[in-house]
């Protein structure tokens, strides 16, 4: 077996954990290495032999890894250390917010180039695999329409934007379908559907006693690419009442194709590709572990610079190699 692919995990929430677990599944990689913001010595995690750094140590083991996950937040974490840390290492992110995706691809794809790095940003479903299954749809039907619906589930960066905002201790924040818009699509119908039409948010608060509720509720309703293009529900609970009741991580969706083929468009098409999926966090992780696996072997090949899934050819996410593919999947 060849030497296995080093990896090493930056963040240690459920992202992170997500992708301890996603290793345990990879025998042609290896942990070997957390970082944290944190005290290294109060992380605690479930690979104990691994070792834990301080992020400022980061520098000093860039000979020692060959991809770094980084399993920060959307908001404030990655749009800083995607760049930063793509100038000593290959990386993966989960960059997800949509609107700056093209600035962040700049940021980083300057900072790699200079260094001869690789770094993949906004992996996971979405953005990432439904990414793929649009890029797919349009290309085969190129008359056309595409729709994409998220949930219902949890939405992380969602989450953990409501989780910033001053006076909140807590939050989980629901995306979900809307029900009339999904099957108006299914019937083939073409509808022309803005984002309010689409989705709805509800958001699970808990706030600190002496917090201003209106407040919290109005800047969550009016925060750009998050929450302000949507009709959103905004509830305050309890601590208790979160751990009971919205302690799981679900998530899914789905992504259609609705296109037509013939002299005049008589034949009828629909392309459907959905997921649901018991843990956000860990599917999440499995897919940047498969980009991981990318990275490493596009960087062996001299490509530098920053990349998306569109970027990566797609027998290089699988351990298999190209004569295993053809014989088992072609």
Same mark, same amino acid.
């Given at each position: ?91 993966? =992110?989960?960059?997800? %917010?949509?609107?700056? /995706? ?6 980083? $794809?300057? &900072?790699?180039?200079?260094? !001869? ?111 302000? =293009?949507?009709?959103? %529900?905004?509830?305050? /609970? ?6 009971? $009741?919205? &302690?799981?991580?679900?998530? !899914? ?78």
């Amino acid at each position: 077996m060849k030497n296995p692919i080093r990896i090493a995990i930056l963040g240690y929430g459920n992202l992170g954990r997500g992708t301890e677990l996603a290793l345990r599944n990879c025998p042609d990689m290896k942990l070997v290495a957390f970082f944290t913001r944190r005290d290294p010595a109060s992380l605690k995690t479930l690979s104990p032999d691994v070792p834990v750094y301080s992020v400022d140590k980061a520098e000093e083991l860039k000979d020692e890894i060959d991809v770094i996950v980084l399993c920060g937040g959307s908001a404030t974490d990655l749009p800083e250390q995607s760049p930063k840390y793509a100038k000593y290492f290959n990386i993966v =992110d989960s960059f997800d %917010t949509h609107a700056k /995706i093209p600035e962040h691809f700049e940021n980083c $794809d300057k &900072s790699a180039k200079e260094s !001869g790095k690789t770094a993949l940003i906004s992996a996971g479903w979405d953005p990432g695999m439904f990414s793929l299954m649009r890029l797919l749809g349009g290309a085969i039907l190129p008359q056309g329409k595409d729709y994409t619906f998220w949930g219902k589930g949890v939405s992380q960066g969602h989450s953990d934007a409501i989780r910033r905002i001053e006076g909140v201790l807590d939050a989980k924040q629901y995306t979900i379908p809307v029900p009339e818009a999904l099957e108006r699509v299914r019937s083939g119908e073409n509808p022309e559907l803005n984002t309010r039409e689409k989705h709805t948010r509800e958001c699970f608060v808990v706030a600190a006693p002496d917090a201003d509720k209106a407040r919290i509720e109005q800047e969550i309703k009016t925060m750009p690419n998050y929450f302000a =293009d949507y009709d959103t %529900t905004v509830h305050f /609970i309890s601590k208790e009442e979160l751990i009971r $009741d919205h &302690s799981g991580i679900p998530h !899914g969706g789905f992504v259609m194709r609705s296109g037509e083929t013939g002299i005049n468009g008589e034949t009828k098409h629909m392309i459907e590709y959905s997921l649901r999926l018991g843990s956000n966090p860990e599917f999440t992780a499995s897919v940047l572990i498969c980009c991981a696996r990318a990275v490493y072997r596009m960087n062996s090949e001299g490509f530098t610079g920053a990349k998306t899934i569109f970027d990566v050819p797609p027998a290089y996410f699988s351990p298999k190699s190209g004569e295993e593919l053809r014989k088992e999947l072609l």
